[in-house]
T-cell receptor, first 108, second 113 residues
Framework: RKEVEQDPGPFNVPEGATVAFNCTYS??????FFWYRQDCRKEPKLLMS???SGNEDGRFTAQLNRASQYISLLIRDSKLSDSATYLC?????????FGAGTRLTVKP | NAGVTQTPKFQVLKTGQSMTLQCAQD?????MYWYRQDPGMGLRLIYY???????DKGEVPNGYNVSRLNKREFSLRLESAAPSQTSVYFC????????????FGPGTRLTVL
């Protein structure tokens, strides 16, 4: 069983839609959590950190539920440029464990 | 600033050949990492170097060696390549203890025949 599990998708949504991704992690000692974005054939780039209190960055909202060991990402008002693969990450002592990613395609 | 650079971008090897993947960063980061990414598997940590002079095994170190040449450079060596090592290899760097500052290089696509 992978340490970090994500629904691979693909999620195909129209522009302007709201889409949510969930991710679960198995190491309860994980200390930090992140969402990364990866465009096709490119390197991953940090989208946002995830905090227990929940955090928002523009159209993106991330949430962490430590009790249930899941992380979520909500994207509102989807843009064509949001099309990418979104990677969930759980970090324990600088050993970062990545999910396999959820692919999102936003269509006109 | 170039950030994190990797060479080569592409490589094809025959089984049993050796090669070294090079990585350099100009962000004055203490920590550097090597990952591999395979379809359906996500990124997996091969080795990391918390600071100059130290290296540690990650999740999948078998078949690889690393050298932290100086603060800027961290190389990954395949001594005897195997088809199972066909993958995309990413180098990354960060401030130690600050994985939220982790930046990735553009990757090396390696095929082992």
């Amino acid at each position: 069983r992978k340490e970090v599990e994500q629904d691979p998708g693909p999620f195909n949504v129209p522009e302007g839609a709201t889409v949510a991704f969930n991710c679960t992690y198995s190491n309860s000692a994980s200390q930090s959590f992140f969402w990364y974005r990866q465009d096709c054939r490119k390197e991953p780039k940090l989208l946002m950190s995830v905090y227990s209190s929940g955090n928002e960055d523009g159209r993106f909202t991330a949430q962490l539920n430590r009790a249930s060991q899941y992380i979520s990402l909500l994207i509102r008002d989807s843009k064509l440029s949001d099309s990418a693969t979104y990677l969930c990450v759980a970090d324990y002592n600088n050993d970062m464990r990545f999910g396999a990613g959820t692919r999102l395609t936003v269509k006109p | 600033n170039a950030g994190v650079t990797q060479t080569p971008k592409f490589q094809v090897l025959k089984t049993g050949q050796s090669m070294t993947l090079q990585c350099a960063q100009d962000m004055n980061h203490n920590s550097m990492y090597w990952y591999r990414q395979d379809p359906g598997m996500g990124l997996r940590l091969i080795y990391y170097s918390a600071s100059e002079g130290t290296t540690d095994k990650g999740e999948v170190p078998n078949g690889y060696n690393v050298s932290r040449l100086n603060k800027r450079e961290f190389s990954l060596r395949l001594e005897s390549a195997a088809p199972s090592q066909t993958s995309v290899y990413f180098c990354a760097s960060s401030e130690w203890g600050r994985t939220d500052t982790q930046y990735f290089g553009p990757g090396t696509r390696l095929t082992v025949l």
